[in-house]
Protein backbone atom coordinates (compact mmCIF):
# COMPACT_ATOMS: atom_id res chain seq x y z
CA UNK A 1 0.00 0.00 0.00
CA UNK A 2 1.51 3.87 -0.43
CA UNK A 3 1.70 5.47 2.24
CA UNK A 4 0.59 8.59 2.85
CA UNK A 5 3.18 11.98 2.65
CA UNK A 6 3.66 14.25 5.51
CA UNK A 7 5.95 17.30 5.77
CA UNK A 8 7.47 18.46 9.25
CA UNK A 9 8.04 22.01 9.25
CA UNK A 10 10.89 21.64 12.33
CA UNK A 11 12.91 19.30 14.34
CA UNK A 12 11.07 17.13 16.32
CA UNK A 13 12.26 14.41 18.74
CA UNK A 14 13.35 11.68 17.56
CA UNK A 15 10.64 9.01 18.77
CA UNK A 16 8.38 10.88 17.48
CA UNK A 17 10.26 11.02 13.94
CA UNK A 18 10.04 7.27 14.29
CA UNK A 19 6.05 6.80 15.31
CA UNK A 20 5.37 8.65 12.37
CA UNK A 21 7.59 7.24 9.90
CA UNK A 22 6.03 4.13 10.38
CA UNK A 23 3.02 5.39 9.06
CA UNK A 24 4.10 7.73 6.55
CA UNK A 25 6.48 9.02 3.91
CA UNK A 26 8.19 11.69 5.65
CA UNK A 27 10.26 14.98 4.44
CA UNK A 28 11.40 16.81 7.23
CA UNK A 29 12.58 21.13 6.71
CA UNK A 30 16.27 20.52 7.50
CA UNK A 31 17.31 24.19 8.93
CA UNK A 32 16.27 25.86 12.51
CA UNK A 33 15.09 28.92 10.49
CA UNK A 34 10.86 28.05 9.57
CA UNK A 35 10.34 27.83 6.09
CA UNK A 36 9.17 30.97 4.04
CA UNK A 37 5.90 31.16 3.10
CA UNK A 38 6.35 30.09 -0.22
CA UNK A 39 8.60 27.54 0.60
CA UNK A 40 5.99 26.30 3.06
CA UNK A 41 3.26 26.85 0.84
CA UNK A 42 5.44 24.76 -1.78
CA UNK A 43 6.00 21.82 0.25
CA UNK A 44 1.94 21.87 1.61
CA UNK A 45 0.88 21.32 -1.50
CA UNK A 46 1.96 18.05 -2.47
CA UNK A 47 1.14 16.13 0.87
CA UNK A 48 -1.37 14.75 2.89
CA UNK A 49 -0.79 16.11 6.46
CA UNK A 50 2.21 17.97 8.21
CA UNK A 51 3.25 18.86 11.45
CA UNK A 52 3.36 22.44 11.97
CA UNK A 53 4.46 25.12 14.13
CA UNK A 54 3.79 28.61 15.67
CA UNK A 55 5.92 30.26 13.15
CA UNK A 56 3.65 28.78 10.35
CA UNK A 57 1.28 30.77 8.52
CA UNK A 58 -1.66 28.91 7.38
CA UNK A 59 -3.53 30.71 5.87
CA UNK A 60 -6.26 30.61 3.11
CA UNK A 61 -4.10 30.71 0.15
CA UNK A 62 -1.86 28.13 1.49
CA UNK A 63 -4.76 26.27 2.36
CA UNK A 64 -6.04 26.76 -1.19
CA UNK A 65 -2.90 25.23 -2.72
CA UNK A 66 -2.59 22.41 -0.77
CA UNK A 67 -5.88 19.89 -2.40
CA UNK A 68 -4.52 16.79 -0.63
CA UNK A 69 -4.01 17.81 2.70
CA UNK A 70 -6.08 16.13 5.16
CA UNK A 71 -4.37 17.08 8.83
CA UNK A 72 -2.58 19.62 10.17
CA UNK A 73 -0.80 18.89 13.43
CA UNK A 74 0.55 21.74 14.99
CA UNK A 75 3.36 21.69 17.97
CA UNK A 76 1.21 24.13 20.01
CA UNK A 77 -1.75 25.30 22.24
CA UNK A 78 -1.95 28.54 20.63
CA UNK A 79 -3.38 28.70 16.99
CA UNK A 80 -3.68 32.39 16.14
CA UNK A 81 -1.17 31.27 12.76
CA UNK A 82 -3.80 29.32 11.58
CA UNK A 83 -7.00 29.85 9.67
CA UNK A 84 -9.31 27.58 11.40
CA UNK A 85 -12.71 28.60 9.64
CA UNK A 86 -10.80 27.80 6.51
CA UNK A 87 -9.53 24.56 7.51
CA UNK A 88 -12.68 23.10 8.66
CA UNK A 89 -14.22 24.40 4.98
CA UNK A 90 -11.68 22.29 3.35
CA UNK A 91 -11.89 19.65 5.58
CA UNK A 92 -8.76 19.70 6.96
CA UNK A 93 -8.76 18.22 10.85
CA UNK A 94 -6.42 20.47 12.87
CA UNK A 95 -4.53 19.27 15.75
CA UNK A 96 -2.89 21.10 18.81
CA UNK A 97 -1.12 20.07 21.99
CA UNK A 98 -3.04 21.66 25.42
CA UNK A 99 -2.64 20.28 28.19
CA UNK A 100 0.71 18.78 28.12
CA UNK A 101 2.63 21.88 28.21
CA UNK A 102 0.29 23.41 30.69
CA UNK A 103 2.89 22.80 34.03
CA UNK A 104 5.96 23.65 32.14
CA UNK A 105 4.73 26.91 30.81
CA UNK A 106 3.08 27.71 34.41
CA UNK A 107 6.29 27.11 36.06
CA UNK A 108 8.32 29.42 33.82
CA UNK A 109 5.09 32.19 33.96
CA UNK A 110 6.59 32.21 38.05
CA UNK A 111 10.52 32.03 36.74
CA UNK A 112 9.50 35.29 35.20
CA UNK A 113 7.49 37.01 38.08
CA UNK A 114 9.95 36.23 40.79
CA UNK A 115 12.72 37.04 38.23
CA UNK A 116 11.54 40.82 38.00
CA UNK A 117 10.11 40.99 41.71
CA UNK A 118 13.72 40.00 43.25
CA UNK A 119 15.33 41.45 40.55
CA UNK A 120 16.87 38.15 39.48
CA UNK A 121 18.57 38.81 36.05
CA UNK A 122 19.47 42.59 36.89
CA UNK A 123 21.86 41.95 39.95
CA UNK A 124 23.11 38.65 38.44
CA UNK A 125 24.61 41.08 35.61
CA UNK A 126 25.79 43.15 38.03
CA UNK A 127 27.72 40.57 39.96
CA UNK A 128 29.14 39.53 36.36
CA UNK A 129 30.21 42.82 35.60
CA UNK A 130 32.58 42.97 38.99
CA UNK A 131 30.25 45.43 40.73
CA UNK A 132 29.92 42.85 44.27
CA UNK A 133 32.75 45.25 46.58
CA UNK A 134 30.31 44.96 49.79
CA UNK A 135 29.09 41.64 51.08
CA UNK A 136 25.66 42.34 52.03
CA UNK A 137 24.55 45.65 52.14
CA UNK A 138 21.27 46.54 53.59
CA UNK A 139 19.69 48.59 50.63
CA UNK A 140 20.94 47.41 47.61
CA UNK A 141 18.82 45.45 45.40
CA UNK A 142 15.48 45.78 47.02
CA UNK A 143 12.72 43.99 45.63
CA UNK A 144 8.93 43.35 45.65
CA UNK A 145 7.36 40.91 47.80
CA UNK A 146 5.47 37.76 46.22
CA UNK A 147 4.35 36.43 49.50
CA UNK A 148 0.92 37.75 50.45
CA UNK A 149 0.49 39.46 47.65
CA UNK A 150 -2.24 39.38 44.71
CA UNK A 151 -2.15 37.34 41.60
CA UNK A 152 -4.39 38.29 38.91
CA UNK A 153 -4.83 35.58 36.25
CA UNK A 154 -6.10 36.67 33.06
CA UNK A 155 -7.51 33.99 31.34
CA UNK A 156 -8.86 30.87 33.56
CA UNK A 157 -7.82 28.22 31.06
CA UNK A 158 -5.21 25.20 31.55
CA UNK A 159 -1.94 27.22 32.14
CA UNK A 160 -3.87 30.26 33.75
CA UNK A 161 -5.21 27.23 36.56
CA UNK A 162 -1.40 25.75 36.68
CA UNK A 163 -0.14 29.24 37.45
CA UNK A 164 -2.62 30.29 40.16
CA UNK A 165 -1.87 26.66 41.71
CA UNK A 166 1.20 28.13 41.85
CA UNK A 167 0.28 31.44 43.71
CA UNK A 168 -1.42 29.12 46.46
CA UNK A 169 2.23 27.63 46.99
CA UNK A 170 3.51 31.15 47.38
CA UNK A 171 0.83 32.08 49.94
CA UNK A 172 -0.64 34.87 46.99
CA UNK A 173 -4.45 35.39 46.69
CA UNK A 174 -5.68 34.62 43.75
CA UNK A 175 -8.03 36.81 41.52
CA UNK A 176 -8.96 36.30 37.86
CA UNK A 177 -10.98 37.29 34.82
CA UNK A 178 -12.08 35.12 32.14
CA UNK A 179 -14.46 34.71 29.74
CA UNK A 180 -16.33 31.95 31.46
CA UNK A 181 -16.49 31.76 35.01
CA UNK A 182 -15.51 29.16 36.96
CA UNK A 183 -17.23 28.42 39.61
CA UNK A 184 -15.97 24.69 40.17
CA UNK A 185 -12.44 26.14 41.09
CA UNK A 186 -13.39 29.20 42.93
CA UNK A 187 -15.05 26.20 45.38
CA UNK A 188 -11.81 24.03 45.30
CA UNK A 189 -8.86 26.78 45.67
CA UNK A 190 -10.55 29.77 47.33
CA UNK A 191 -9.95 31.54 43.58
CA UNK A 192 -11.95 35.02 43.34
CA UNK A 193 -13.68 35.93 39.93
CA UNK A 194 -13.10 40.06 39.48
CA UNK A 195 -14.44 42.13 37.04
CA UNK A 196 -11.50 42.90 33.71
CA UNK A 197 -11.29 46.30 35.28
CA UNK A 198 -10.51 45.07 38.98
CA UNK A 199 -8.21 42.42 37.62
CA UNK A 200 -5.83 45.59 36.30
CA UNK A 201 -6.46 47.60 39.66
CA UNK A 202 -6.15 45.13 41.93
CA UNK A 203 -3.02 42.91 40.80
CA UNK A 204 0.16 43.27 42.13
CA UNK A 205 1.17 40.36 39.49
CA UNK A 206 -1.17 40.02 36.43
CA UNK A 207 -0.26 37.03 34.68
CA UNK A 208 -1.74 36.86 31.10
CA UNK A 209 -3.26 33.55 29.42
CA UNK A 210 -5.72 34.95 26.75
CA UNK A 211 -5.09 33.41 23.35
CA UNK A 212 -4.85 35.52 21.04
CA UNK A 213 -7.92 36.21 19.00
CA UNK A 214 -9.23 39.57 16.82
CA UNK A 215 -10.80 40.41 20.75
CA UNK A 216 -7.72 40.39 22.40
CA UNK A 217 -5.31 41.59 19.75
CA UNK A 218 -3.10 44.76 21.58
CA UNK A 219 -6.05 44.40 24.27
CA UNK A 220 -3.65 45.40 26.94
CA UNK A 221 -3.04 49.09 25.97
CA UNK A 222 -2.22 52.41 27.59
CA UNK A 223 -5.66 52.48 28.94
CA UNK A 224 -5.69 49.42 31.10
CA UNK A 225 -2.01 49.30 31.75
CA UNK A 226 -2.90 53.02 33.11
CA UNK A 227 -5.14 51.84 35.94
CA UNK A 228 -2.33 49.06 37.17
CA UNK A 229 -0.78 49.83 40.96
CA UNK A 230 2.42 51.98 39.95
CA UNK A 231 3.97 48.82 41.81
CA UNK A 232 2.48 45.57 39.95
CA UNK A 233 4.21 43.49 37.28
CA UNK A 234 3.25 42.33 34.24
CA UNK A 235 3.69 39.10 33.25
CA UNK A 236 3.28 37.40 29.67
CA UNK A 237 3.10 34.03 28.39
CA UNK A 238 0.03 34.18 26.22
CA UNK A 239 1.30 35.91 22.75
CA UNK A 240 3.27 38.83 22.15
CA UNK A 241 0.30 40.66 19.93
CA UNK A 242 -2.31 40.63 23.56
CA UNK A 243 -0.04 43.74 24.56
CA UNK A 244 0.52 46.59 22.61
CA UNK A 245 4.27 47.29 22.86
CA UNK A 246 4.40 50.71 22.74
CA UNK A 247 2.00 51.32 25.24
CA UNK A 248 4.03 48.96 27.41
CA UNK A 249 7.03 50.30 26.95
CA UNK A 250 5.43 53.52 27.67
CA UNK A 251 4.26 52.02 30.96
CA UNK A 252 7.35 51.03 32.01
CA UNK A 253 9.56 54.31 31.60
CA UNK A 254 6.91 56.32 32.83
CA UNK A 255 6.74 54.39 35.97
CA UNK A 256 2.53 53.06 35.19
CA UNK A 257 3.78 50.05 36.34
CA UNK A 258 7.15 48.55 38.23
CA UNK A 259 8.03 45.74 35.55
CA UNK A 260 7.28 43.18 33.39
CA UNK A 261 8.51 39.86 32.38
CA UNK A 262 7.77 38.72 29.21
CA UNK A 263 8.04 35.06 27.31
CA UNK A 264 6.36 36.26 24.28
CA UNK A 265 6.94 39.78 22.20
CA UNK A 266 5.50 41.41 19.27
CA UNK A 267 6.98 41.46 17.24
CA UNK A 268 8.77 37.91 17.42
CA UNK A 269 11.89 37.86 17.38
CA UNK A 270 12.14 40.93 19.09
CA UNK A 271 15.12 43.38 17.22
CA UNK A 272 18.15 43.31 19.46
CA UNK A 273 17.99 47.25 19.61
CA UNK A 274 14.34 47.59 20.37
CA UNK A 275 13.62 50.05 23.79
CA UNK A 276 12.25 47.80 25.87
CA UNK A 277 15.32 45.65 25.51
CA UNK A 278 17.25 48.59 27.48
CA UNK A 279 14.98 48.46 30.77
CA UNK A 280 16.14 47.13 33.69
CA UNK A 281 12.91 46.16 35.03
CA UNK A 282 11.96 43.69 32.00
CA UNK A 283 12.92 40.31 31.76
CA UNK A 284 12.47 39.00 28.37
CA UNK A 285 12.85 35.21 27.53
CA UNK A 286 13.10 33.76 23.47
CA UNK A 287 9.24 32.01 24.03
CA UNK A 288 10.38 29.23 26.01
CA UNK A 289 7.13 28.73 28.01
CA UNK A 290 6.96 24.46 27.44
CA UNK A 291 10.74 24.43 26.76
CA UNK A 292 11.34 21.44 28.81
CA UNK A 293 12.51 18.09 27.82
CA UNK A 294 9.93 16.49 29.34
CA UNK A 295 6.87 18.42 27.77
CA UNK A 296 8.95 19.20 24.19
CA UNK A 297 9.12 15.34 23.94
CA UNK A 298 5.29 14.66 24.99
CA UNK A 299 4.36 17.82 22.90
CA UNK A 300 5.95 15.88 19.79
CA UNK A 301 4.61 12.57 20.61
CA UNK A 302 1.04 14.02 21.08
CA UNK A 303 1.51 16.23 17.64
CA UNK A 304 2.58 12.41 16.13
CA UNK A 305 -0.04 10.52 17.32
CA UNK A 306 -2.64 13.21 16.02
CA UNK A 307 -0.99 13.31 12.57
CA UNK A 308 -1.29 9.43 12.02
CA UNK A 309 -5.21 9.21 13.34
CA UNK A 310 -5.80 12.26 10.69
CA UNK A 311 -3.87 10.33 7.83
CA UNK A 312 -6.36 7.40 9.33
CA UNK A 313 -9.59 9.23 9.18
CA UNK A 314 -10.04 8.87 12.73
CA UNK A 315 -10.53 11.70 15.24
CA UNK A 316 -7.96 13.13 16.71
CA UNK A 317 -6.87 13.08 20.28
CA UNK A 318 -6.41 17.08 20.28
CA UNK A 319 -8.88 18.35 17.94
CA UNK A 320 -8.93 22.41 17.40
CA UNK A 321 -11.97 22.17 15.22
CA UNK A 322 -13.82 19.18 16.17
CA UNK A 323 -17.12 20.69 13.85
CA UNK A 324 -15.25 19.34 10.95
CA UNK A 325 -15.62 15.36 12.31
CA UNK A 326 -19.76 16.52 10.74
CA UNK A 327 -18.71 17.24 7.48
CA UNK A 328 -16.10 13.97 7.59
CA UNK A 329 -18.55 11.70 8.99
CA UNK A 330 -16.53 10.85 11.29
P1 LIG B 1 -6.81 27.55 27.18
O1 LIG B 1 -6.87 26.38 28.09
O2 LIG B 1 -7.69 27.58 25.98
O3 LIG B 1 -7.09 28.86 28.05
C1 LIG B 1 -7.35 30.12 27.54
C2 LIG B 1 -8.30 30.82 28.50
O4 LIG B 1 -8.49 32.16 28.05
C3 LIG B 1 -9.67 30.16 28.57
O5 LIG B 1 -10.05 30.03 29.92
C4 LIG B 1 -10.58 31.15 27.84
O6 LIG B 1 -11.88 31.21 28.36
C5 LIG B 1 -9.89 32.45 28.14
N1 LIG B 1 -10.22 33.49 27.17
C6 LIG B 1 -10.27 33.40 25.83
N2 LIG B 1 -10.58 34.59 25.29
C7 LIG B 1 -10.74 35.44 26.33
C8 LIG B 1 -11.08 36.80 26.42
N3 LIG B 1 -11.29 37.55 25.34
N4 LIG B 1 -11.16 37.37 27.65
C9 LIG B 1 -10.95 36.63 28.77
N5 LIG B 1 -10.62 35.32 28.73
C10 LIG B 1 -10.51 34.75 27.52
O7 LIG B 1 -5.35 27.75 26.66
P2 LIG B 1 -3.98 27.53 27.45
O8 LIG B 1 -3.49 26.16 27.19
O9 LIG B 1 -4.12 27.98 28.84
O10 LIG B 1 -3.03 28.52 26.62
C11 LIG B 1 -3.31 29.91 26.61
C12 LIG B 1 -2.44 30.61 25.59
O11 LIG B 1 -1.10 30.60 26.05
C13 LIG B 1 -2.37 29.94 24.22
O12 LIG B 1 -3.45 30.36 23.40
C14 LIG B 1 -1.04 30.37 23.68
O13 LIG B 1 -1.19 31.54 22.92
C15 LIG B 1 -0.23 30.69 24.93
N6 LIG B 1 0.87 29.74 25.15
C16 LIG B 1 2.15 30.22 25.22
C17 LIG B 1 3.18 29.39 25.51
C18 LIG B 1 4.58 29.90 25.63
O14 LIG B 1 5.51 29.19 25.28
N7 LIG B 1 4.77 31.11 26.11
C19 LIG B 1 2.97 28.00 25.71
C20 LIG B 1 1.67 27.55 25.60
C21 LIG B 1 0.62 28.43 25.33
P3 LIG B 1 -12.92 29.99 28.30
O15 LIG B 1 -12.70 29.28 29.57
O16 LIG B 1 -14.25 30.61 28.17
O17 LIG B 1 -12.57 29.16 27.09
C1 LIG C 1 3.30 27.96 22.43
O1 LIG C 1 3.47 29.11 22.27
C2 LIG C 1 2.03 27.34 22.38
O2 LIG C 1 1.05 27.99 22.01
O3 LIG C 1 1.97 26.14 22.70
Redesign the pocket.
Known amino acids: MVKPRVYVTRQIFPDALDLIEKHAELELWPEDEPPSAEELKAALSEVDGAIINVMDRIDESLLAAAPKLRVLSQV ?5 NVDLVEATKREIMVGYT ?2 V ?2 KS ?1 AD ?1 AFALLLAVARRVVESDKWVREGNWKISHHPMFWLGSEVNGSTLGI ?8 ETAKRGLGFDMKVIY ?4 R ?1 PELEKKYGFKYVS ?1 KRIFTHSDFLSV ?5 P ?2 NK ?1 IGEKLLKTMKQSAILVN ?3 GGVVDTDALHKALTKGWISGAGL ?2 FDPEPVPSDHPILGLDNVVVLP ?5 SNQSRREMHLLAARNLISGLNGERLEECANPEVYKSLGI
Do not use: N, Q, Y
Not at 154 to 161: T, Y
Not at 177 to 180: K, M, Y
Not at 209 to 213: A, D, G
Open positions: AVGLDPGLATLLGMGGIGLHSRTKLHVPLTETFLARDVHIGSA
